[in-house]
């Protein structure tokens, strides 16, 4: 068992519904095992310009239930350089801080591989924070259940007024290259065809959908779900496609954009947060590092970083043919 004398808890790259969450575990979880924890400000910016403060149980009080993140968050292009994380290390020296953990996605993860390489003696652990899910080593990542509720009370509104005017919509959700999002409030909102960058889905076969639901029962207002990554172009490019095929039909194009990083978590994102806001203090304490901690059938896991940085993974087999099925 490894002592850890002080924690230096950050959040970076793009924020995460939970991850304040996730914050008030690791610091009340740390000093209740006698261990410091102070608070880097705006990720690897923070820690390179000595933005840190200490952190208390009073810096946790009342910040369970709030979005975004309270340590703030950014990217970092002076910590991708050898001089800026060997600043960042120099700060982390100065603060006394010989651990770390991490909240965010892909590219807080890989950071914190590199940082830890070159620098073996501060012990490192991440918890997955991405509203896009696309991290290996967890079933699910923090963020991701509020993002996609956030999605379908939006398109369940959107589809109101397409039945209302008898309209197509093109809705547009977060995934440049994960569809996750789209396939799953794809299905939860009744969408007609969903379009994801890990298929390989044309507009013919768009079209070849459409045609069935008209011919089948006269479907005439209808839902496609777009990830903003998707092959055939964005959601604009795919309308202006669908109103020379179909110039009768009333296209309208909705991007939900940024609504889906906001507001209060679910009560699954406040839960697998403070879970693996636990379970990472605890691994630290017990000497691990260099580990993604991630929760998989209800159990707590542990990844390499190496292997839990984002995949292009086959999307779910199951999941397209329930579309395809359901959408008649």
Known sequence: MTQIKKIGLFTSGSDAPGMNAAIRAVIRTAI???VEVAGILRGFEGMINDDIQPLTTKSASNIIQ????ILKASRSEEFKTVEGRNKAYATLQKHGID???ALGGNGTIKGVKEFTEEHPDIKAIAVPCTIDNDLRGSDFTVGYDTAINTVIEAVDK??????SHDRLFIVEVMGADSGMIALRTGIGVGAESVMVPETKSNLEALYDRL???????DKTSRIIMVAEGHEPGS???????????YPSYDIRVSILGH?????KPTCMDRVLASLLGVAAVEALIKGRTGEMVGLIHNDITFTQFSQSVKHHLDVNAEFTRIVEMLSL
Do not use: Y
């Not at 709030?66 to 993140?69: E, K, P, S, V, Y």
């Not at 959107?158 to 039945?163: D, G, K, P």
């Not at 959601?235 to 095929?245: M, S, T, V, W």
């Open 32 to 34: 209740f095992n006698g």
């Open 66 to 69: 709030r979005g975004g993140t």
């Open 99 to 101: 651990a770390l953990i």
């Open 158 to 163: 959107i589809r109101e007024t397409a039945e």
């Open 211 to 217: 045609d069935r639901g008209v011919k089948l029962r």
């Open 235 to 245: 959601a604009f490019q795919i309308g202006d496609a669908l109103k020379e095929r």
């Open 259 to 263: 609504i889906q990083r906001g507001g």
